[in-house]
């Protein structure tokens, strides 16, 4: 195989993965962003937590809503807690690295805020513990996982929302999370501010 050949591999594999995506996330996409609407408006806020470059989407996610996505807004109540620094390397060092978001989520959650928690396999242990503490604060957690579901998937409430990735790569997974992170951007949006 060229090199060529390769890259076009990743195009038609990101491809098939996105398109297998639409036909099974879509409703779940949307029910996602209804609840992010009623957070909003009911004064609540969207805490959102990954690793890696889940964190990254996390970041990505929080800074849409507090900025614009595409239309110009008041900015909306989002905070990615991968970023500061100083709590992660305090706490991961006081405590343990799997607490991180937790105490964060104990400390900043709300009955009426949501958590995003995004893990790619499903069983990432801190964001698992971001879970129960989310829980534990009577919040709704809206999660953006892949391949099985991992972990996650056992813990979720009824009430809250698994957009699970079918697919068992890594970066196909990460790609089709940020197409979602901007279907809900749009979505929110839309909702809040109508339009085309």
Do not use: W
Not at 1 to 8: A, E, H, K, S, T
Not at 9 to 28: C, D, G, N, V, Y
Not at 138 to 153: E, F, H, N, R, W
Not at 170 to 188: F, G, N, S
Request: hydrophobic share 45%.
């Amino acid at each position: 195989m060229d090199l060529i050949d390769r890259v076009n591999t990743h195009f038609l594999e990101s491809i098939a993965a996105k398109e297998e995506a639409r036909e099974m996330l879509s409703p779940a996409v949307a029910a996602a962003a209804e609840r992010m609407v009623a957070c909003l408006m009911n004064e609540g806020k969207i805490l959102a937590c990954g690793n890696g470059g889940s964190a990254a989407d996390a970041q990505h996610f929080a800074a849409e809503m507090l900025g614009r996505f595409e239309k110009e807004r008041p900015g909306l109540a989002a905070i990615s807690l991968a970023t500061d620094t100083s709590a992660l390397t305090a706490i991961g060092n006081d405590y343990d690295f799997d607490m991180v978001f937790s105490k964060q989520v104990r400390a900043l959650g709300h009955t009426n805020d949501l958590l995003l928690a995004i893990s790619t396999s499903g069983n990432s242990a801190n964001v698992i513990e971001a879970i129960y503490a989310a829980h534990e604060r009577g919040m709704g957690v809206i999660a953006l996982t892949g391949k099985d579901g991992g972990k996650i998937s056992e813990i979720l409430s009824p009430e809250d929302i698994q957009l699970n990735v079918p697919a068992l790569r890594t970066a196909r997974i990460q790609e089709v999370h940020i197409l979602l992170i901007h279907a809900l951007c749009d979505a929110i949006d839309y909702m809040l501010l109508g339009g085309e």
